[in-house]
């Protein structure tokens, strides 16, 4: 079994590493699917109200309320398939959360991209008025910062640079997916 959590500042390349795992058959949760779904039980768009909704789950249930939140999803998933993704970790408490429910099955994966390619890419996206608009990336990232997520980054037991071709890129997450794991498998 393996569990592996991606982290990354918006842009870095997270959701595309979601993309490559799904079309090599693993399994994607993505912690972002338990915050959208908070925001249409309370009645909120969640393009408006992402942010506001991630940080009231975690005022109401801790700091690793979107975690806990995931972890149906996660064995659910693990029930079928013996690697599941989840994507989009934010904060130290999620990593413990994962760690003491999977322990040594857990791996967790930072995707690096320097702030002026991230950018570069979100304008492209343009997924909302917002990527475009590098003050409010700026102010994003704030706000994924004070969930703690350069102490996710700091903590990853592996980085993946994703600042050259995309090709470049999923070629390193099918290899993280496979090689990389099965050798992991055989140091245990």
Known sequence: MNVIGTVGLPGSGKGEAAAVAREEGVPVVTMGDVIREACRERGLDPSEHHGEVARELREEGGPAAVAEKSLPHI???LSDHDTVLVDGLRSPAEVECFEEAFGDDFVLVSIDAPFEVRAERLAERGRDATDADVTALERREEREREFGMDAVIDRADVHVE????????????RSLL???????????
Not at 162 to 173: D, H, K, P
Not at 178 to 188: I, M, P, V, Y
Request: charged share 40%; glycine share 8%; proline share 0%.
């Open 75 to 77: 064995e659910s998933a």
């Open 162 to 173: 994703n600042a050259g071709s995309l090709s470049e890129f999923r070629e390193r997450i």
């Open 178 to 188: 496979h090689d990389d794991l099965t050798a992991r498998e055989g140091e245990r």
